[in-house]
């Protein structure tokens, strides 16, 4: 078997739940041939793109036949580790818009996604998931 990350070749190590597991040598990642939900084969990726051509939650999660939850979640997973591309510098002007709002759990926690550009060079310059409150 080879492995799905780097296409080195992975060794057998131990077995869950009567499946059999295997270990990269490379870069020590374990896996399996085949996965009973299929959440853990769908990439990053794939989300970011359904999300840019505009599905929502259900949506993705009915496309990639995945949980919403589990579509949730990894959407706030990607967008944590977004790192801010630009300084905020003092005296501009910028546009502020909100891309999303969706719900986690129940309608009392609601999630906002938001961004803030200049407007004269068209960079991004802080893009912001939370709650939707003067502080954002």
Same mark, same amino acid.
């Given at each position: ?12 190590? @131990?077995?869950?739940?009567? *499946?059999?597991? =295997? ?10 041939? /085949? ?8 990439? !990053?990726?794939?989300? %970011? ?7 929502? *939650?259900?949506?993705? /999660?009915? *496309?990639?036949?995945?949980? &919403?939850?589990? %579509? ?12 801010? $591309?630009?300084?905020?510098? =003092? &005296?501009?002007?910028?546009? %502020? !818009?909100?891309?999303?709002?969706? =719900?986690? @759990?129940?309608?009392? /926690? ?5 961004? /803030?550009?200049? $407007?004269?060079? &068209?960079?991004?310059? !802080?893009? %912001?998931? &939370? ?6």
């Amino acid at each position: 078997m080879n492995c799905r990350y780097c296409n080195e070749t992975c060794i057998r190590k @131990g077995k869950q739940n009567h *499946i059999q597991i =295997y270990q990269c040598k490379n870069c020590l990642k374990y896996q399996r041939i /085949s996965y009973k939900y299929q959440s853990k084969l769908i990439e !990053d990726w794939q989300i %970011v793109q359904l999300t840019k051509e505009g599905c929502g *939650i259900r949506s993705i /999660s009915r *496309i990639l036949n995945i949980a &919403g939850s589990t %579509v949730i979640r990894r959407i706030l997973k990607i967008s944590n580790a977004l790192k801010r $591309p630009f300084t905020i510098l =003092y &005296g501009q002007t910028y546009q %502020v !818009d909100e891309l999303l709002f969706t =719900y986690i @759990g129940n309608k009392n /926690s609601r999630v906002c996604i938001a961004y /803030s550009l200049n $407007p004269i060079t &068209g960079e991004i310059i !802080d893009l %912001v998931v &939370g709650r939707r409150n003067k502080r954002i």
